[in-house]
């Protein structure tokens, strides 16, 4: 009999259906499958990697992730700390406090007359629908609060920090600003003044001189800082946007202070960007690796599927992943109240990078 | 306190993540969150309430399903009759026969040297591989095949009927074609000259003058006089391409010669096509409309995702559907063997259209 | 100084607005920048080639391209032969055949009421509309004309050839298939029962026995035999589905019965789906050189855009190309009139592969 | 004779193919085609339209631009005043700075061996390579030139002032930062820390502190002043991101203080992204105005189309507008040296809302 080529080893097994099964069941039938199905079970096989491993996990989230149902699938990735470190768009962290406040986002149709929703101030986010009072009302919350505090710059991440912290204070909700704030897992927003949060911290200064000013640049610090004070990296994205590159940023800046820093060991991304129009959001992790956002050996996989199909099923599969197992994970520990943030005790600078690691680690 | 506008009544349910949940509370929990999660929840309760209703429900498949591990997902949906009628692509059914006869597709990668792939004679299907030999292979089995059957045309429905028999005799091994043998469900293949599968019946005219016949327009006749003898029918497309017209192709072609027909009741398509190009494959089930291949108060659905990814989850949550409800359900009863099939004990031809038929229905 | 990487040769050339700058120049232009529009600029230097080769240019084309107001473009290729053979959809000869009888497609609305649409017998093509009566008409008027030709199996090439002569002979209008019968180019329509010209064949039986009969496998073999006739191929490919697939099963099924075939020695395509779901209309031209579809050292380019953009600019560009030049090309000439027709003065069977060329070159 | 449908009025006209067409003959030959040929003929006549009327017109760019060969099509529209104020995202205005530098981006392959690219630090934007080492010497240019500025906040739009002046200063060269710095043309980058640029800036602070500091949300303030200033604005959109929601919420959040300010009069994007997943990038104009960021009776249309196809013609076209109708433009005088900005001769606070705009109009 012939030889088999080399190429024909591992055959497709067809997916079983069976009534019963558990969403880690469904992935693991779908690991030999093929094209977006498989990738996703083995983003599934890689996220339980990086939980094994010695890695601080970031996760960017870009699109209407909070408005479109999934705030608390994030909040439950951070509260269980399978993620920590988040960068997020402005308008997932605003859609989240919106509901947290106990307001609420409603089904709606993709093929609204938008005339008639303008005209009763419905805003529509595909087939989802919001007040724009509500919303006027938010902005006007963050403004007093953000008038309320010491008027000097603030990293997105002091602020929205602080921000948690007062949303936790008047509500006791649990979503995603509550949820970090209660784990103390930091949240970066670098395009800030592109949402609604931005938009309330704009109305501040209208009340009280001063107030309302973010430190954007300081976050590139802070961050970059935080993978020099622990090099080994694993890169989360949903969606693309300003938060995927943020992240990849983050290791290229800390890599010109310190060569430990060798680009993320794991990096998976749900998008439906795609790469052949040359935007960052559906760039190829293959590309990441070009500029050394990857590291060499890095396990990667991108998944080409809303993340509204694709989270509910990965998420509640990673749920099946042992508490112990969890609880031994060497995860990084911050501490995030105040100017300076750290990271397992160790200071994490937004006006310097750390250039002495190699002298302070001995 | 203000009213709600009339725009602002459904709040949207964040997803609950926790373990042990199965497929079919997954989807319950993606109801009413929004985008294609939630297209994918309503399309699990649109496929609900037509096996519940009185439908003829047309199943299209387009685009590599059989390679990518989804065979026995849709040989388990025609199995279970979830499905009465198929319509698909010859490559599906070529890469089913394939494996029903023992050969693989294999785990592959996206990122392949196509040339070295070339030179073992490998071929690739994005990120699965097979053997070319083994394809060779089947082809000159189906030639064979087709060279022993009597030497005139026959309907694509036949033709599979046959094939599907004759890989049941010959393995008894479960796959699309051999479900819908043994389930007496018809397959058209309206492209089956663009296909491994019309490639083999080519090659039968080699072996013997005469054969390798097949009357592609008598499927039109056929299809459309299954809807006229049955005209409250049901649209399930997995990917458009020809299959997704065929079937709507049939309704309307059968509204043409029988007034009873007013377009499919319930419609539900798993595309990653768009509309705004203008092709077939992508466009709307609103568009559909216009055309009357849909009925005016028609249930219809759309979810943008791989097939990959949507319909072993679909399918996995369909398998807790009862069997009792599966039982009681008024299904079409096809005869499939001989020149004329028949539907209910009624004569389908494939050379008339059915012009008598509210005479006959007294 | 440091030597440049290997990698960094070839600037990017920013393009340079200027006024009056004709197709041609747009695309020289855009040789050196990026992307979709590098790849539109090479797909014009590569149809060149083409062009200047002695290659049987294929053209496949699928999509509403005809309704979408680009049968003429069309029709302007298959007239000045920068096309030799074309395989479509049955849509766009059907919405050809529709214009040259002298009815009329519409400007519409993507944002149509599809059920007022519906009431007024308006058929919807995303943003493009027609009259459903006009539509029945056209049926009718196909299936009269097929309903006088002899009762017997006609390849799609032949009957496609005997329309575009009835339509020329009684119209005298310019379209697709009338071009194509004037220019002797034949046109293979390999999902024909997946149209309204296969639907108005299938009428054809009801008016007379044994009428509307294609023999679709037929398709199969007399397209290969002209490939082993002239192993040298092109293929041009608009938008992907049957066509695509059933141009480069043309060469790998002549391949099978003649070594000389090795593949397209040029490929192109203009595409909007993507490879990454799996499927056959999106696949990458690479991946079909692992198929043998593609020599192996092929030029070859995919662009990524909607046909209505590129192909207007890319077929005004090629209006450039020097008559002269075009006059000398060694393009082949067809003989399509009856059941058998011929290439470069030798039969193209539709009933058996060609299997002694080697013997008939000498 | 029957009369005609009301939705069956304007013929689709098919495009006709002749030597010599120019882009404005292209895109005019192009508007009664269908689906995205049209829509970009429609982006043309559109764009003619706010050229003639009274607006402050605002162009959003993201995606790579800079890196794929438009920069000079940029420059060349803010040169001739066919745009009045710009919003990028920070790569673009990177790659433009490396360019104008007298650095390459090149020609490169989207199927590299990244691993092969990474080891000579050549970093890859799809089908286009960069060299790592000059964008290094590139973001310690900034940092220098950035250490040099006075240690206070800027505004994004006042440091990309200084930057563009500097730039042209130092190299005479056309680009997008010099030509809006020339034109007095505003710039503003409200996701800066999420770029290059940012990295530069964060750079700055290691060579003297309190350096590098961008206020952001000055920038919103100082965008809706513009806004409030002359509430008769345009949109034109290339790639989503952030930019498209900026321009959109200087309208919403200059609405807020400022009942004249009504959104915008004309709207036109061309993007890759799609509505379906929820996200900003791809929200359809329609959506757009259900936030209020469009007005009732608003030009508008989207193309789906990768801009280094699309705005190549569509600025070629446009480079066919009348000189003398451009002089006679009554388009916004800005003056961008210093803190506070001013438009027509009227201070524009990055520090507050206007909101005293009805006596000032007195």
Redesign the interface.
Known sequence: M?K????????????????????DE?LS??E???????N?ATAYRIWQKMLADDVTIFLGM???LS???????VA?LIATRKVDCLVSTG?NLYHDLH?TRGR?????S???D?????S??????????????EF?ENDEWIAEFAATLEAR?YTSREFLYLLGQHLWDTTGEDGILTAAYRANVPIFC??????SI??G???A??KR?GT??????G???ES?NIVIRRPRTASVVL?G??PK??IN?AS??AE?YCSDVTGHRYALQIV??????????G?SL??A????KLG?DSARISV???????L??L??A???VDERQLAKRRKPEFMLAGRTMSIDGQAVSN???VEEVNESAV
Chains 1, 2, 3, 4 share one sequence.
């Open positions: 012939k088999k080529s080399r190429f024909l080893q591992t055959p497709i097994e067809p997916f079983l259906v069976e009534p019963g099964l558990t969403a469904l039938r779908m030999r499958i093929s094209f977006q199905g498989r996703l870009a699109g209407a408005a479109g149902g999934l705030r608390l699938v439950n308008a509901e609420h986002h409603y089904v709606g993709a093929h609204a938008d005339a008639a929703l303008a009763e101030r419905v805003d529509r986010v595909y087939d989802t629908y919001a007040s724009e009072e006027i710059p670098p395009a800030i003044s592109d949402s931005g938009m911290l704009s109305q200064r209208q001189t309302g000013v973010i430190d954007t640049i976050d590139i610090v970059a969606g946007g300003t590159n943020f940023q290229v800046q010109f439906t960007d795609v790469p052949h129009f040359g935007g960052a959001s760039s293959e590309e690796q070009s500029w050394g060499k080409q599927a809303d993340a509204t199909i694709a509910p099923l998420a509640s990673l749920a099946h006006e310097r990078f």
